[in-house]
Nanobody, 124 residues
Framework: VQLQASGGGSVTAGDSLRLSCIVS????????MGWFRQAPGEEREFVAA???????LYSDSVKGRFTVSWDTAKNTVSLQMNSLKPEDTAVYFC???????????????????WGQGTLVTVSS
C-alpha cells in the first residue's frame, strides 16, 4: 500500500490550496482516510477525516474552511483548504486505516498507512 500526497505550496493568507492523496494497493479498501499536519517544533495533529460511508470529521481549527472528500473510484482523497491562515503552515500527511470507528479517526495511532507529506506555507 502506498499513499502519495501532493498539492502543497506557498500561498498568502486568505488563499486556497487543494491537497490530493492517491492511494494504491491491490485490493486495499480503507475504512477511512485522514489528513494530519505537523508544524515546525510541534506534534502532529489531526486535521480532517473521511469515512468510506461518507462521514466527515474536522478539527475545530479548520472546520468551516477545509473540506475533505474521497473519490473511492479513483482512490483519491482530497483536502480543499480555503481562507488559509499563517497558522495552517505545516507539513500535511494523508493516512489510511482499515480499522476503527468514527471517534477513533482523530487519533493518528488508528492509521496504519501514511504518505510522505506535502508542505504548505502560508505567509501573512
Amino acid at each position: 500500500v502506498q499513499l502519495q500526497a501532493s498539492g502543497g505550496g506557498s500561498v498568502t493568507a486568505g488563499d486556497s490550496l487543494r491537497l490530493s492523496c492517491i492511494v494504491s494497493g491491490v485490493g486495499f479498501r480503507p475504512r477511512a482516510m485522514g489528513w494530519f499536519r505537523q508544524a515546525p517544533g510541534e506534534e502532529r495533529e489531526f486535521v480532517a477525516a473521511r469515512t468510506r460511508s461518507g462521514g466527515s470529521l474536522y478539527s475545530d481549527s479548520v472546520k468551516g474552511r477545509f473540506t475533505v472528500s474521497w473519490d473511492t473510484a479513483k482512490n483519491t482523497v482530497s483536502l480543499q483548504m480555503n481562507s488559509l491562515k499563517p497558522e495552517d503552515t505545516a507539513v500535511y500527511f494523508c493516512a489510511a486505516t482499515q480499522r476503527g470507528i468514527l471517534s477513533a479517526f482523530r487519533n493518528d495511532e488508528t492509521y496504519e498507512y501514511w504518505g510522505q507529506g506535502t508542505l504548505v506555507t502560508v505567509s501573512s
